[in-house]
């Protein structure tokens, strides 16, 4: 390579802005780069982008003159060690604590976010699973939702609206308790709990 007037060096990010970074090569007495491409799978239809952090080690090819090049990567070393010494686990750990990762000897995926999610699809959503456990205080659908299984609830039941109705149920209602209502209870042949023909 250097043959061709091209050099792989190692060196330190002293800049960065999303795509491209600057570049201290100590072994140069300092020396910095211009700024520098950051290699990316992807720039064009499909666009991949993560920003290099300020010292943080990297790779580059530079040419002869040490005037233009690229950056390949940043690389772990002894400082800056891998978040996982698992060679399973694919992670991505992030600064303020956030992570995905999954391990392929198990199968388990574990995601971790800080701050709020929002996942926006144009079509169908499909969640499939043995079982699924929704463990919050509190969740809100805003549209119709259908159970076509049993529905089981242990809190307690309350609702409102829903136009000359608030419910209706098709079927009949077996209750295992006493009945208690503020209104009038009406039968199909017209007797209410107050009075009967």
Not at 56 to 83: Q, R, T
Not at 160 to 188: E, F, K, L, Y
């Amino acid at each position: 390579m250097t043959a061709l007037g091209v050099s792989y060096k190692q060196g330190v990010v002293c800049a960065s802005k999303p795509g491209f970074a600057r570049v201290r090569f100590d072994d140069m007495e300092g020396l910095q780069s211009a700024w520098l491409p950051v290699v990316h799978p992807k720039t064009l239809q499909d666009q991949v982008l993560w920003t290099l952090d300020v010292g943080e080690h990297v790779a580059c090819l530079m040419d002869g003159h040490m005037e233009d090049g690229c950056i390949l990567g940043a690389l772990y070393s002894s400082a800056s060690p891998p978040p996982s010494d698992s060679p399973d686990k694919l992670r991505l750990q992030f600064k303020d604590g956030g992570h995905l990762e999954y391990d392929r000897s198990s199968g388990a995926m574990q995601v971790l976010c800080k701050g709020a999610v929002s996942v926006e699809a144009a079509g169908a959503v499909t969640v499939k699973a043995p079982s699924v456990l929704l463990d919050t205080p509190q969740a809100t659908c805003t549209g119709t939702l259908t159970v076509q299984g049993q529905l089981t609830y242990q809190g307690g039941m309350a609702g409102s609206g829903g136009g000359a109705s608030a419910a209706v149920i098709r079927g009949n209602v077996s209750v295992q308790g006493n009945v208690q209502a503020s209104g009038t209870v009406m039968d199909a042949g017209g007797n209410s709990n107050h009075h009967s023909h």
